[in-house]
């Protein structure tokens, strides 16, 4: 089992950024595929961005396409997530997951909360 965990969650006013960071505790082949879900009050948690095993490529929601930015420190097994332009509808705990493809994302980090305000 890996252990994840995540940090950089905070309060910050609507257009601002943040950055968040997950480490791994090792680089497996269940840490493949590393990525970012979301979960705000009385909703259901949802997918924000993925990336591949190199880093080469990541894939985005298109709520957060082309506003946050997914890469991956191998040396590190760490994997960040950089937000710009955020906006209250961002405001969710943000959950770094992992897994050996982006359709089984087996582990799970405790969250990190993120509250955009106006």
């Known amino acids: 089992q890996v252990q994840l965990v995540e940090s950089g969650g905070g309060l910050v006013q609507a257009g601002g950024s943040l950055r968040l960071s997950c480490a791994a505790s090792?680089?497996?082949?269940?840490?493949?595929?590393m990525g970012w879900f979301r979960q705000a009050p009385g909703k259901e948690r949802e997918f924000v961005a993925y990336i591949n095993w190199s880093g080469a490529y990541g894939v985005y929601s298109d709520s957060v396409k082309g506003r946050f930015t997914i890469s991956r420190d191998n040396a590190k097994n760490t994997v960040h997530l950089q937000m710009n332009s955020l906006k209250p509808e961002d405001t969710a705990v943000y959950f770094c997951g992992a897994g050996p493809d982006s359709r089984h994302f087996g582990s799970w980090g405790p969250g990190t909360q993120v509250t955009v305000s106006l």
């Open positions: 090792r680089r497996t082949s269940s840490t493949a595929v």
